[in-house]
């Protein structure tokens, strides 16, 4: 992506205080966080085509329009962390005579950007079909200003200041449940995650952002010693209702905790200074079928209200849906801001672009800054630098 599309999909971005998933038409690349992107040469070079959509794409679909993917050009492949896709090869069976079982043959599932040309990957046969899916291994979670991403991928902003509901699972380990709120402060004309707390069973763990590295276990507060971790190994240091929490102190502004469930599938809490990030990594529908929050239904993503049926549409009205009501568990040690039934306080959209406009710090910059960013969260992290007019703000990425 050349520096004027970049610089004017962060411009868009600005305007419209959310993030858009943007369709490309063949011979352009996806955007980088949803849909799958084939090159005709290796190493990502050559023409790309943009696949942007989950489902599956037949040997026929691809060589049509819009797509028009001549015969055995795919060499090298890039995959965003929200999706997967698998390559079919020429099967013995064929399209024409079994419609029925158009994919067939050995196939190569790609979960990161793979370059079909190196040895380890090598493709030596013609593609008969792809099928893009979503990988929700590690596509959700929120961070930074604050920028929330689905269970399926897709990213949006709310910037409401009040405590919400990220996650809420009644029927989490057959009833045991599982809830995690997170609270947002304001920032000059923005807010960010300042605290996350988790409930699981009966047992509460709550992380603060800032220097002093807080953390609360059912509403007591932790020992700072017991952060210390010598040979930069995580150590254990509590548990909830049996599910062990470790600790990375990673430096003096970034902490770490993990909440193990099983094997990989574990929450992750992090701070950088006073921000907080929440991220859910390989999860299943044996732990999290059925959830719903501001991260949306499992595993589609769909906004639903808290009815469970009604597909919200506006952005700030689902953020509103999702605040903590009075009914709810209290995951916090103190009672703070904005409260049900009082409304989230909401920056307007002219005040924080007002702000934005005065920022000391030029795209060009703030992209250097991010340059270590993953290419699906990139965007989020420049809107936050330009934001904050720091450059240091990439830190929490």
Known sequence: MNTTKFAARVLSLLSLLIVVNVIAVSGEECDGVTGVTVYTECNYQGSGVCFPKTGNYSRSVMESSPYNVPQDTIKSVKVPACNSVRLWEHGRRNQQTNPNRPFDGKSIVLEEDTDLCTTETYWSTEISGLNVMNNPKTCSGVQGDPHFKTWNGELYDFHGVCDLVLLKNSEFENGLGMYMHIRTKRMRMWSYVSNAAIQIGKDSFEVMGGGEHKFWRNGVLGRKERLQNEGNEMIQISTLSGYPVYVDQVSDKSIQFVINLHREEKIEIGTWNSFVRINFDNTNSNHFEGSEGLMGSFPSGVKLARDKFTVMEGLDIFGQEWQVSQSEPKLFHNIEG??????????????????????????????????????????MCVFDVLATSSVLTAGAY
């Open 338 to 379: 904005p409260q049900y039934p009082t409304q989230c306080g909401i920056p307007s959209s002219s005040e924080m672009r007002r702000r934005l406009s005065k920022t000391s710090l030029s795209v060009e910059t703030a992209k250097r800054a991010c340059n270590d960013v993953h290419t699906d969260i990139i965007e």
